[in-house]
């Protein structure tokens, strides 16, 4: 915990490249902020969702999958929904086509997150 309603992680990926997510308490929903996911934003998602023992609205931030096959993509979009993620906001190092792929799956529950976007929290919803 690093204060109350937010928490980290903690270090997941161990080896070359190690990295902690952020998860801000919004009532009873977390949001969870990845940097460029080298674990895996599914993993992520997944410790965020132990650790806080709530549900995950969005998964924000890098998706690292700029080459992953579409057959990859979509195994994380079906942890994604397993792990009961209610939104998507891929951005920076997630490809191309992954956005495309979490775009046309998700629909409205994805947005395609670019530099300088502003997101406005709203708690519960």
Not at 51 to 68: A, E, F, L, N
Not at 75 to 97: I, K, M, N, W, Y
Request: charged residues 25%.
């Amino acid at each position: 915990m690093i204060c109350p309603g937010i928490r980290t992680t903690g270090t997941l990926g161990r080896g070359a490249i190690e990295e902690h997510g952020l998860c801000m308490q919004m009532h009873d929903e977390w949001v969870v902020i990845t940097g460029c996911a080298h674990p895996g934003a599914a993993n992520m998602a997944a410790k965020a969702k132990d650790i806080t023992d709530g549900q995950v609205r969005p998964v924000m931030g890098g998706y690292h999958m700029g080459r992953q096959s579409r057959s990859k993509i979509e195994t994380v979009l079906d942890r994604f929904e397993e792990l009961g993620v209610q939104q998507a906001a891929p951005c920076h190092c997630s490809g191309d086509r992954a956005r495309r792929v979490f775009k046309k799956r998700l629909g409205d529950r994805c947005v395609l997150a670019d530099v300088g976007s502003v997101f406005r929290l709203r708690a519960g919803g």
